[in-house]
């Protein structure tokens, strides 16, 4: 009986199988998708997190510790995958004689490594001409000595004589900050510039010549351990990998207390890491749960669509006496065989779709409970969405209840209790309550082991789309249960003269008619808010590249070899719109060190892009214009502005270092105004001030940095100006592409890339499936109706007026509740993740290529169902009206 | 007169075919003619093809042999909604639309109808379905819903009304005062009526009675005494 039931629906009923199928095919398919990214994404966030860190740990022994007890406490504290010895010495100074001339430089480091080191250590170290079997010589220290391979350098070593080495090659050193860093400083500390003059010996040749210095000046030599921890023993969550990590060189510190000091350069890294991966988590809690949501309120809608027929047809077994048991056993058949078919046609289209669309490489094991989870939801929501309701009309309806097709019905409760209202307040408060604390759902303090997010913020977008959604059905449903202006100004262009009647056999569906505007709205919003968030991040990570890189291209100096000096030279360049030089200095606010800068407020923006974000209390031309104003004014961080409690017009010392003496001197600012951002700055404290009045309280008129703007292409301008500075290596030149690159590369960004574009390809599958398939079920299951008006005289052209005024009122109300709901929804969701973005942005983005694509496909959806309704001889007619 | 003749039917045969690949001739040869104010009662049992003769009679199906015109009434498409009207057997009121809009509809359709409300109002005094104006079809019983789509298919004074069991839920003392009204109607409009019946009641009320048997029409004379 099961067996010819499901046959019978499958020839006379496809179509209603079809939608359920489908709206379960495309709830398993994007739970699979997001499952599959989930598992891939997690399982390698701390990987991807720290892959492009050189060294873990680095271990500093003190003189006359013993060094064996230290590296056994190390295999101890961690597991480790690579332990070596770096040896370091200072130099007095270096020394070469080439070409007839001798050139010497100041103080200087001169390492060794280990055996096996650069083989598990291989990023410290790039060859840049050469063998790499003898001293290396790093790329500036060979420029200031002019010397390559083959050449000799007298290296002057401490209370003892100089030693001659032969230089066997040249070599960049990518990670000398972390390579020369000071083990064991705090954490204030201001930060130190690796040694200008490296030289890198073959450790025998280290230890000939550097042991009888270290018997002389044992402060001159030390040993580090370099330590790479086992990465995939760490947890996959960088915040739980930080606290495991932390934990372990705290172990260790404890340990070899008084013989060792440890850098923790890995936990350092997870420390800063661990918001964008709390962020990462957001992201996908905000985007991709209301995906599923509505993937899932589709198929109950598609099934909801065709629950009229569904009823007169177990009415009438029932009338023909099949008993409850058997009419719940064949809904059940129907409903597992839309589920399977769902379940399998849903995996085979997220598999091909992570294969092929998005190359997601998960773990077997991840994305076989992925499949197996989102199977059980499809086959859970085929339950729900066709035996819930037959199980629900067998204890309620009665047969004629059940040939109802139209009904007055009752108000539903959620319309009398005010519901859609009270969520819309409710998000609205908790909006609220999320801005007075700054929008901070993640919270992940600097050095604090603890990180939370604050889930409760979550709810403020879903209320408001649960509650927008509702609000929507009550709108519509009221201008169309009432048949007044409104109803009957949308139906008239579509069904001319009959649009009377069409608008009165419309408002008596208006239930039906505002469940299919609703699932549209609710496809269209969700569209609406994904493309506007991900487009607006897109066009803020071009903001944060330029504000990170400082321009679109920027030469970095330093103020004993500022890029400034060359500033004619690079304005000269083809390609240059601009060019502008700042100076950049250290300076001393009470006890911080804090970057400040110098500029021209009057020119600094024709090469880089000020917004007003950037700054607190004014608009750019009105804060740089006091500035300009004001010859000792300066503008300070938010963050110094509270941990000192300035007030504006304070006059703040603050010490610079002067040109005569090499020594900080307390010089009088005046504050003036609040800097949230600034190009190249770091973003949490720094200061802005008149280049001409540091320069004349210094005494040193450098420009550290030149700012250079583009006619369009920051690579090649990039190019040209490195060939213009070939002559001075030390001097790095940057364009916006590679900060780009680095903020894309980010957890958050690549999370948030492969996330918005599983959800921008399903937005578009749900939207076209919300209004046209919801149109289509509700055509089919009124088939019989549009058969009375043909029997009775209604032409093709009159049959498609009723058709393209339900079809216009589902799509066109829809379509402007989906896109009011979904701008609102996308605001609410940029200003809740503002974390993501630096800077926030003024306003939002649109998309409107991939805007007006998804209303192209909901139109195209629309009229398909239409064209097919429209379908269908005569002879068909009389089977339709038969078919009771 | 050629142009009293509403409808004429040469041999005409219809076959349906069936899922299992054979084919079952549901007509046979039907060879009729009905004219203008004619009063027909159809008869036969069940699956004789009565409903189906009607559906070619009113260009709603076309025959797989044989020919049907219209005389009178001009070609198939120019039918519905203003010459023939139907009464189907099972429920047929559009049911959006109340029962005001339902028995309007055809003048709606047709166009042309600057009374249509008030015309329908009128028809359904007629038939003393007043009360039931702004009721929905689900809101009616069988024999109310039968009554209302027989006043739809009268309003528009069409030429010909082609009506299948439409006193079948109703008891016959309403039958019979319906039956009344029916003429009356007709009689006014001009219309020609065929009634599909197996109420003999029914079908003896009427001016001529055809027999249908397995698809073959017993009689199909004009102007001739009931078989029975």
């Not at chain 1, 270290?214 to 030599?221: H, K, L, S, Y």
Request: with cysteine; glycine share 8%; proline share 4%.
């Amino acid at each position: 009986m099961n067996f010819y039931w499901i046959s019978g629906l499958a020839r006379h009923r496809i179509i209603r199988l079809a939608g359920a199928t489908f709206g379960v095919a495309i709830t398993v398919a994007l739970l699979a998708c997001l499952g599959f990214f989930l598992a891939s994404s997690s399982s390698s966030m701390t990987k991807r997190a720290i892959s492009g860190l050189p060294i873990d740990w680095q271990v500093e022994a003190i003189p006359g510790s013993n060094t064996k007890t230290i590296h056994d406490a190390i295999s101890k504290a961690a597991k480790t995958d690579a332990i070596h010895e770096v040896y370091y010495a200072k130099t007095t100074g270096l020394k070469a004689e080439t070409g007839g001339t001798v050139q010497t430089t100041g103080a200087g480091k001169i390492i060794a490594f280990d055996t096996g080191y650069l083989k598990d250590f291989p990023k410290e170290v790039r060859p840049l001409s050469g063998t790499p079997d003898g001293a290396l010589i790093a790329q500036q220290t060979a420029a200031n000595l002019h010397v390559g391979p083959g050449d000799k350098v007298i290296i002057n070593r401490e209370g003892l004589g100089p030693q001659t080495v032969t230089i066997s090659g040249v070599v960049d050193l990518p990670d000398a900050d972390s390579l020369f860093q000071a083990v064991g400083l705090p954490a204030q500390a201001a930060p130190q510039a690796p040694p200008d003059n490296v030289i890198i010996l073959p450790i025998a040749d280290w230890h000939r010549i550097f042991d009888p210095q270290q018997v002389v000046r044992p402060d001159t030599t030390r040993l580090q351990f370099h330590v790479r921890l086992n990465h995939e023993a760490l947890p996959a969550q960088p915040t739980k990998a930080y606290v495991e990590v932390a934990g372990a060189a705290k172990n260790l510190e404890v340990q070899v207390a008084g013989q060792a000091l440890v850098a923790n350069n890995l936990a350092a890294r997870l420390d800063a890491v661990r918001g964008d991966s709390l962020y990462a988590t957001v992201l996908f809690l905000f985007l991709g749960i209301p995906g599923v949501v509505l993937a899932a309120a589709l198929t109950m809608a598609a099934t909801a669509s065709g629950a009229g027929r569904r009823l007169l047809e177990q009415a009438l077994l029932r009338v023909r006496g099949a008993s409850t048991s058997r009419i719940l056993s064949l809904s059940a058949t129907e409903a597992v065989t839309t589920g399977l078919a769902g379940i399998v046609l849903g995996l085979a289209g997220a598999y091909l779709f992570a294969r092929w669309g998005l190359s997601i490489n998960g773990t077997a094991s991840g994305a076989v409970t992925s499949a197996f989870l989102a199977a059980l939801t499809g086959f859970a929501l085929a339950l729900a969405a066709v035996l819930l309701p037959a199980w629900l009309s067998t204890r309620q309806e009665t047969v004629s209840a059940a040939r109802r097709t139209v009904g007055r019905g009752s108000v539903p409760l959620w319309q009398r209790l005010w519901l859609d209202v009270i969520l819309l307040v409710a998000s609205g408060l908790l909006f609220w309550q999320s801005a007075s604390t700054g929008y901070q759902v993640v919270l992940a303090p600097e050095g604090v082991p603890a990180a939370s997010v604050d889930y409760k913020a979550f709810l403020t977008p879903a209320l408001f789309w649960v509650g927008s959604g509702l609000f929507i059905m009550r709108l519509a449903f009221t201008a169309i249960a009432a048949n007044g202006p409104i109803l009957k100004g949308l139906v008239s262009p579509f069904a001319g003269r009959l649009s009377e009647t069409a608008a009165a056999s419309l408002s008596r569906q208006a239930r039906r008619l505002t469940l299919g505007i609703a699932m549209t709205a609710l496809a269209v919003s969700f569209a609406t808010s994904t493309a506007i968030f991900n487009t607006t991040y897109n066009a803020q990570a071009r903001v944060d590249a330029e504000l990170t890189n400082g321009s679109d291209v920027t030469v970095f100096g330093t103020i004993a070899n500022p890029a400034g000096t060359h500033l004619e030279d690079l304005k000269k360049l083809p390609g240059v719109v601009a060019a502008e030089p700042m100076q950049h200095r250290f300076v001393y606010v009470g006890s911080d060190l804090q970057d400040i800068y110098g500029i021209n407020p009057n020119t600094i923006g024709s090469a880089t892009s000020l917004a007003d974000a950037y700054f607190t209390g004014g608009t750019v031309s009105a804060v740089l214009s006091s500035l300009a104003n004001t010859p000792n004014g300066v503008l300070v961080s938010e963050e110094t502005v509270n941990d000192f409690q300035l007030k504006h017009g304070d006059i703040v010392n603050l010490r610079l270092m002067s040109a005569s003496d090499n020594q900080y001197h307390a010089i009088p600012f005046k504050f003036v105004g609040i800097a949230r951002e600034f190009p190249t700055a770091p973003r949490d404290s720094f200061l802005v001030a008149n280049s001409e009045y540091i320069a004349k309280v210094t005494g040193n008129s450098a420009d550290e940095y030149v700012l250079m703007r583009s006619d369009g292409n920051p690579t090649a301008l990039a190019k040209a100006v490195r060939t213009t500075l070939a002559n001075n290596p030390a001097l790095q030149v940057k364009d916006v592409g590679m900060a780009t690159h680095i903020i894309g590369s980010s957890l958050t960004a690549v999370d948030l890339s492969s996330l918005t574009r599983i959800e921008l390809i399903f937005a578009v599958i749900l939207a076209a499936a919300a209004s046209g398939l919801v149109l289509a079920l509700g055509f089919n299951d009124r088939r019989r109706d549009f058969a009375i008006l043909t029997a009775i005289g209604a032409k093709p052209a009159q049959l498609s007026a009723f058709l393209w005024a339900e079809g216009a009122l589902v799509a066109v109300c829809g379509t402007i509740f989906g896109l009011v709901s979904g701008s609102v929804t996308a605001w609410m969701l940029v200003k809740l993740l503002t974390g993501v973005f630096d800077p926030p942005p003024e306003s939002l983005t649109v998309p409107w290529t991939y805007l007006a694509i998804v209303l192209s496909l909901l139109i195209a959806s629309v009229i398909l169902a239409i064209l097919n309704a429209g379908r269908g001889s005569r002879e068909s007619v009389v089977e339709a009206i038969r078919d009771f | 007169m050629t142009n009293d003749i509403l409808v004429e039917t040469g041999n005409v045969a219809k076959d349906y075919n069936l899922a299992d690949g054979t084919s079952v001739n549901v007509l046979i040869g039907i060879t009729c003619t009905i004219r203008a104010g004619d009063r027909l009662a159809l008869v036969g049992p069940s699956g004789s093809g009565k409903s189906t003769l009607m559906h070619i009679l009113g260009g709603l199906v076309e025959p797989t042999r044989g020919a049907v015109n219209w005389p009178a009434l001009g070609i198939r498409e120019q039918l519905q909604p203003s010459k023939v009207q139907f009464v189907f057997q099972s429920p047929s009121l559009f049911p959006a639309l109340n029962i005001a809009r339902n028995v309007a509809l055809p003048m709606v359709l047709a166009g042309g109808f600057t009374d249509s409300g008030s015309r329908a109002q009128q028809m359904l005094e007629r038939f003393g379905l007043a009360d039931l104006a702004e009721k929905l079809p689900e809101e009616l019983s069988g024999g109310q819903a039968q009554r209302v789509a027989m006043a739809r298919a009268l309003v528009i004074g069409p030429k010909l009304v082609l009506a299948d069991e439409p006193t079948g839920q109703l008891d016959s003392s309403t039958a019979n005062l319906f039956l009344e009204t029916v003429f009356e109607v007709a009689q006014a409009g001009g219309t020609a009526l065929l009634v599909a019946t197996h109420d003999s009641d029914i079908a003896g009320r009427m001016d001529q009675r055809w027999m249908l048997d397995r698809g073959v029409l017993k009689t199909s004379q004009h102007k001739l005494e009931s078989v029975s």
